[in-house]
C-alpha cells in the first residue's frame, strides 16, 4: 500500500477528471495484477487533462489494488458521488454535505477501538490508512429512500481491524460512533437525530469480507462529504448503516442503540438489510433509481435482495424471519 501525498509540481485536483484517471488507474492495475505491466505510480496523475465539476476532497490520493468482489456494473458518476450524500451533520438536503462539510477537521483524527477487546486501541488515522493493503471495491449502494450508486471505495476489510484489537467471547456486536462537533457540524444544531450518529452490526456482519473500513473513492482519499476520514461501508444494507466519519468503534455484548432505530423504530430496524419484498413504510423498496441514469423515460431498476449480495451474505440470516428482523 502506498499513500501518494501531492507534490508542488502535481497538478490541483480541479486540474484532474477523476473518472478519466480513475479509469486509466484501473487500467494499470488490472495490467498489472495479471503481470502484465510493471507498476509506476506516476500514470496515476498523467492521465487528464479536462475540468472537475464538483469538489474534490483533498490532496492525498490512495494506490489500491483491484478486488475480486468488485462488481462491473459501470461507475456512477463521480460528480453524483460527491453532490448528493446524506450526511445530516451537514443538513439535510442532499448538496447541503458538499456545500458545507468544508468546515469539518481531518487531522488530528483518532478512531477509538474500545470494549470487548483484549487489546483496546486508539489508532491515528494515518496509522488505519497503513494498517493493511488498500483494496478498491466497487459496490452497489442501496439507499432506503430508493435511489442507488456505484461507488469505486478504497479500503480494507474491517477484519483486518478486528485481529488487531482480538476481539472477546463476549463481543457479539460492534456500535460505530461518529463525529459530534457542533463547532466542525452545523447540521448538529437541529434535532433530527440523537447525536453522535450511532449504527451498529452483529459481530459476523462485521467480520464478513465485504464489510470495509473505507478511507477512499475514486482513487482519492475520502472527500469529507463522503465520510472522511473513515467510514464503514456495509454493501448490502441500506446506506444508513454505512456510518461516516467515525471516531469510536466499541465492541459489545448487547444490540446497540442505533440513531434511526431510536428515531423511528418502526421504520429503521436494527438489520436493515436491503430486501425488496419488505417495504418501508414510506418507500416502497421492490425497485430502484440508478443516480445519473435518471430522465424523464428512464425505467427503475428491480431491487436485489440483500441488494445483489445474496450469494455472499445470505446465510449470515439462515432460519431468521427477514420480516421481524428487518
Ligand atoms: N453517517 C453519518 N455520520 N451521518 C449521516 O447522516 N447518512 C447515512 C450514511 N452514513 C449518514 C451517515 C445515509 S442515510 C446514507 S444513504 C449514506 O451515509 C450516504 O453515503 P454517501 O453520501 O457517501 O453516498
Known sequence: MLVRIR?????????ITPRLLH????????????????????TIVDAAPATVESPVSGAARLQARPSALSTTEPLTPYKHVVGYNNFYEFGTG?????????????RPWTVAIEGEVARPRVFDIDELLRLAPLEERVYRMRCVEGWSMV??????PFAELMKRVEPTGSAKYVEFVTLADAGQMPGLRA???????VEGLRIDEAAHALTLLTLGLYGEVLPKQNGAPVRIV???KYGFKSGKSLVRIRFVEKQPQTSWNLAAAHEYGFYSNVNPQ??????????????????FLQRKRPTLMFNGYADQVASLYAGMDLRKAF
Open 7 to 15: 507534490r508542488d509540481g502535481d497538478p490541483q485536483p480541479s486540474e
Open 23 to 42: 479509469e486509466n488507474r484501473r487500467a494499470v492495475l488490472k495490467a498489472a495484477a495479471a503481470g502484465l505491466a510493471a507498476w509506476s505510480a506516476p
Open 94 to 106: 442532499k448538496d447541503d454535505p458538499a456545500a458545507r462539510a468544508g468546515s469539518l477537521r481531518l
Open 151 to 156: 461507488i469505486p471505495w478504497i479500503g480494507y
Open 191 to 197: 434535532p433530527v437525530l440523537a447525536w453522535p450518529y
Open 234 to 236: 456495509v454493501p448490502w
Open 278 to 295: 419488505v417495504s418501508h413504510p414510506r418507500w416502497s423498496q421492490a425497485t430502484e433509481r440508478r443516480i445519473g441514469e435518471d430522465g
